[in-house]
């Protein structure tokens, strides 16, 4: 049964509380316990490559020897709190990558340096646009004074007239030259260089400017990964990236000004690039795949996926790329453009590919398509729940005790257009869950074979009266 409220200030207010007391809890998790006779090995930021790794007195140093250094399954990799990396950790198969000491999560950037430096910015032949050497990997978006601010980047559309648009902001754009707006930002990928209009030299007029190279913050690169008791930032990929794979659990983690570079140029048959990046993301089959107790905040796609369309190939010879046993459950979700997106498409009528128990359970979700994300040309698709309009066949799928205030666009597009094995509809079951947005605001998709966007009206009470069990629709006032 659905029942309707109006959420008052103090309602609110109390859902914020709560939200900030999770908050706190997920930024001071303890470390977790390594089992008796472990390999474990240390790194931390005054360590060494030449040693062995063994004790926090011999730690190691860098990424890189990480990287590269010969570690077996079930061996726990262990870096100090208070200390920060930049680059990218390759997770190696069955390893466990967490945190040792006292003090904040060890932090991962993305960002290859720190650009508040006046002398490594050229002013130009053009008033207030300031040019960065930059880097051949694409920058999705730039961060000033620890993320309080943050560039706009801007795209080249290309109509068939020949005439080009700021994909961004509509305007006619040639190249970087056509900035107008302080704070946003061309990358030219001929020679790496980064253009910014700003009113004065940007490493000057900053205490700290971050970028967001074209990485992954962790690159899974095997099954049975753990990561826990990280703060991953500034990266312009996906925060933890991964192809299909088993055993992936990510915990007691925070992701903050995650994504914003270019995927591809004309995807989908675009006449511009399109961008992307993910918190956390399997591309292909998986199965158990957990992400718990983690604080998403300011990413430009979604927080948490689990994703894949079958090619061609796929189809005709059956593959199966499942996606089963998914736990998403105990996270804050806030300010991305879609808090979990999932899809499964080009499934073919008996292709055994499908998600199977699904569990969404006891997350906090707010404020979809607001933030980082508001810059997208395409921020009408967001939603707290993204499933949007493919196959996704599902069995065991549950939505139950979470929270989802307010979005751009919608709250939720659930969709489904075949069967699960069991030959249900591959809808979920709703439980419990309270869904928060504005009158007249979109409801969403909640269908099966029936795309249509519903409003909060009776018709649709109904409908989700037909999968629920004791959610509730909350006015916003």
């Not at 003090?103 to 910015?121: I, M, Q, R, T, V």
Request: glycine share 10%.
């Amino acid at each position: 049964m659905t029942s309707v409220r109006t959420c008052t200030s103090e309602q609110l207010t109390a859902w914020r509380h709560m939200t900030d007391e999770r908050i706190e809890r997920i930024v001071h998790s303890p470390d977790m316990e390594i089992p008796a006779g472990a390999d474990v090995y240390y790194v931390s930021a005054d360590g060494c490559d030449s040693a062995d790794g063994r004790t926090p007195e011999t730690a190691w140093k860098s990424l890189e020897k990480v990287n590269t250094a010969e570690i077996r399954p079930g061996s726990f990799v262990r870096f100090r709190r208070g200390d920060f990396w930049r680059g990218q950790i390759q997770a190696k198969a069955g390893v466990t990558y967490t945190a040792y000491g006292t003090g904040e999560k060890p932090k991962l950037y993305g960002s290859p340096e720190d650009g508040a430096n006046p002398d490594k910015w050229f002013a130009t032949d053009t008033e207030n646009i300031w040019r960065y050497a930059g880097w051949p990997e694409d920058v999705g978006t730039i961060f000033f004074y620890d993320g309080d601010a943050h560039g706009i980047k801007c795209i080249i559309r290309r109509e068939k007239d020949g005439s080009t648009w700021n994909n961004t902001t509509g305007e006619p754009f040639t190249d970087w030259r056509d900035l107008t707006t302080d704070l946003h930002f061309y990358h030219d990928l001929t020679d790496g260089s980064i253009y910014l209009y700003s009113t004065e030299n940007p490493g000057k007029r900053f205490d700290s400017i971050e970028f967001s190279v074209k990485r992954h913050g962790f690159a899974i690169t095997g099954p049975d990964v753990t990561i826990d008791n990280f703060c991953i930032c500034y990266v312009g990929s996906h925060g933890i990236g991964s192809g299909t794979t088993g055993g992936l659990t990510v915990q007691n983690c925070t992701f903050h000004w995650i994504g914003g570079s270019i995927q591809a140029e004309g995807l989908f048959g675009r006449n511009h690039a399109t961008r992307y990046g993910n918190a956390v993301e399997i591309y292909g089959g998986c199965d158990r795949y957990t992400v718990r107790d983690c604080w998403f905040t300011q990413i430009y796609d979604a927080a948490v996926t689990h994703q894949y369309s079958l090619s061609p190939e796929q189809q005709q010879n059956g593959a199966d790329l499942s996606q089963t046993n998914i736990l998403y459950t105990g996270n804050v979700m806030e300010y991305c453009n879609y808090s979990i997106e999932y899809f499964l498409s080009g499934v073919p009528a008996g292709n055994p590919s499908h998600m199977g128990n699904l569990r969404i359970e006891d997350n906090y979700m707010w404020y979809a398509g607001r933030g980082l994300c508001a810059q997208r040309p395409d921020k009408t698709e967001a939603a707290h729940i993204k499933g949007w309009n493919h196959n996704n066949p599902a069995e065991n799928y549950v939505i139950r005790n979470n929270l989802m205030v307010d979005s751009f666009n919608m709250l939720v597009h659930i969709y489904a257009s075949l069967p699960g094995p069991d030959g249900g509809d591959s809808m979920p079951r709703l439980e419990e869950n309270h869904f928060a947005g504005h009158a007249g605001d979109l409801f969403g998709v909640l269908a099966y074979q029936d795309g249509t966007r519903q409003k909060y009206t009776p018709d649709v009470i109904d409908y989700i009266g037909g999968k629920s069990h004791g959610d509730t629709l909350w006015i916003l006032e």
